[in-house]
């Protein structure tokens, strides 16, 4: 009994899973890639959304990434162990980010 419930909660959760990721929110995922850190998805993997879904995805995506890129929380992002991407490159801070996220890094490795 408790596999066969265990078996219908993993089938429920996959079928969300692959809802979600071909549906959904757009500015909401890209929003998500973009505070995390993420680089942006790239257009072949995006390729089953319309015009108007990329669009939001990319409206999202630059949102985020303008919050990420805040220098002021780039020590504390590289203390966590979180890898940097490189996303922050050619915004107005972008080498003090990088530095600040450096020195944070480098405290987390050593």
Request: a neutral charge; glycine letters at 12%.
């Given at each position: 009994?408790?596999?066969?419930?265990l078996f219908a909660?993993?089938?429920?959760?996959?079928?969300?899973?692959?809802?979600?990721e071909s549906g959904g929110d757009w500015?909401?995922?890209?929003?998500?890639d973009g505070i995390?850190?993420?680089a942006e998805r790239s257009n072949s993997s995006m390729a089953a959304v319309n015009g108007?879904?990329?669009?939001?995805?990319?409206?999202?995506y630059l949102i985020g990434v303008k919050e990420y890129c805040n220098p002021n929380f780039a020590y504390q992002i590289g203390l966590s162990g979180q890898v940097y991407e490189?996303?922050?490159?050619?915004?107005?801070?972008?080498?003090?980010?990088r530095m600040e996220w450096q020195r944070?890094?480098?405290d987390y490795t050593h």
């Open positions: 009994m408790n596999k066969m419930w909660m993993l089938v429920t959760l996959t079928a969300c899973s692959t809802q979600y500015y909401q995922k890209g929003y998500q995390r850190g993420h108007e879904q990329r669009a939001q995805y990319d409206q999202g490189g996303v922050c490159e050619g915004m107005e801070e972008a080498q003090k980010f944070g890094w480098n």
